[in-house]
């Protein structure tokens, strides 16, 4: 399973965060093609570097809270107060087209609006009867972030088909080596 939350999501856009860090978000036009990935490009135009550096400070205040909230603790005022911040700023809403959710940005910095939404997003998904099941990955490289849904909720990774599959291969390596000694 695929992490189905658009905040958390974001927040793997630094990919192995506690191993060989990966930037996913190198340059402002990676973050545009991430925006229009995840439905939220909502001009033509090239994020700013500005806006790159602000959406990279987000993410971390994404992954700081979620990660607090996983471990069940209190997330740092600071970092709520940057996520409300983040929340306010945002114009962006959701208008009902044919049977369809669309977002519609309703300000003139489309970049900041689609930070607004993730910044909601976050908060949606860190709050409430949700903040139980906020887990981070097993996998130590990663300890990314997502919603465990799984009936019994036992999920262990962000991602079955990176750090899941990852850890499937390791399994059976392992298994290998036994087997030949
Ligand atoms: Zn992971």
Known sequence: MDNDVLAFRFTETLAERFGDRVERLPTPERFGQWLEANGLRFDEAVPTRAELRAAQALREVVYRV???VAQRGAPDPVDVE???AASRRGRAYVELRDGVAALV???RRPVIDALGVIAQDAIGSVAGAFAELVSVCADPSCRGLFL????ATNRRWCS?????NRAKKAAMAERRQLAER
């Open 105 to 107: 940005s309703g300000g």
């Open 148 to 151: 465990d849904m799984s009936p």
């Open 160 to 164: 079955m088909n990176t750090c899941g």
């Open 82 to 84: 940057a996520l409300n």
């Open 66 to 68: 979620g990660a607090t």
